[in-house]
């Protein structure tokens, strides 16, 4: 199976905030790496698929990139509406899988 | 818009079979993969796995053994069976379609909100 590890796990954000996720691959996984947004009790949400490719609907405040192994979900400037966990998960190869989640809260 | 939608039982015994149906509305599920995700509480995600329109199967290597992925292109619906439960089966069971572009990528998109079943005596 691969292996996705997203750093850090959680992050304190103010709004207006840039904020950085990074998310790893265990092997080379080209560009198919999706990005989720989950909200407490809700199901997840996608933000950023292939990589790069914001969803349609999604603030182009999100922004994705990478290849290969490493790839970087970035929120320009955090708004309130951001704060939620967001999940990394490849779609190379089955099973797919996804990163452990990192938690953005309020500083 | 395309809305998913899972039911079925909250609650199962511990070595029965946890059985859910997810209602597609929006689109016809005679197209794209629909899968079954899981997230037990406190936890990450974990993929079950999908059956494409056509009827065809993969799942989960760690599941393997215990699950069954259904189609009823009758009533637009497609079901989880998972068998022989333990309480490490208590979870949030999520559907969602497996959707891929003209590209060649695939993303889960949209999914349901998400039923909690617990496994317990």
Redesign the interface.
């Known amino acids: 199976d691969i292996q996705m590890t997203q750093s850090p796990s959680s992050l304190s954000a103010s709004v207006g905030d840039r904020v950085t996720i990074t998310c790893r691959a265990s092997q080379t996984i080209s ?2 790496l ?1 990005w ?1 947004q989950q909200k407490p009790g ?5 933000l950023i ?2 990589a790069s ?1 914001l ?1 349609s609907g999604v603030p182009s405040r999100f922004s994705g990139s990478g290849s290969g192994t490493d790839f970087t979900l970035t929120i320009s400037s955090l708004q309130p509406e951001d704060f939620a966990t967001y ?1 990394c ?1 490849q ?1 190379y190869s ?8 990192t938690k953005v809260e309020i500083k | 818009q395309v809305q998913l939608q899972e039911s079925g039982p909250g609650l199962v015994k511990p070595s029965e079979t946890l059985s859910l149906t997810c209602t597609v509305s929006g689109d016809s599920i005679s197209a794209y993969y629909w899968s079954w995700i899981r997230q037990p509480p406190g936890k ?4 079950i796995g999908y059956i494409y329109y056509t009827g065809s199967t ?1 799942y ?3 599941l393997k053994s215990r699950v069954t992925i259904s189609l009823d292109t009758s009533k637009n619906q497609f079901s989880l069976k998972l068998n022989s439960v333990t309480p490490a089966d208590t979870a949030v069971y ?1 559907c ?1 379609r497996y959707y891929y ?1 003209s ?1 060649g ?10 039923t909690l079943v617990t496994v317990s005596s």
């Open positions: 560009s198919y999706n989720y809700k199901a997840p949400k996608l698929y292939a490719n969803q999940y998960q779609s089955t099973p797919y899988t996804f990163g452990q989640g | 990450g995600l974990e993929w993969t989960n290597p760690s999520s969602a572009d590209t990528y695939y993303y889960f998109d949209p999914w349901g909100q998400g």
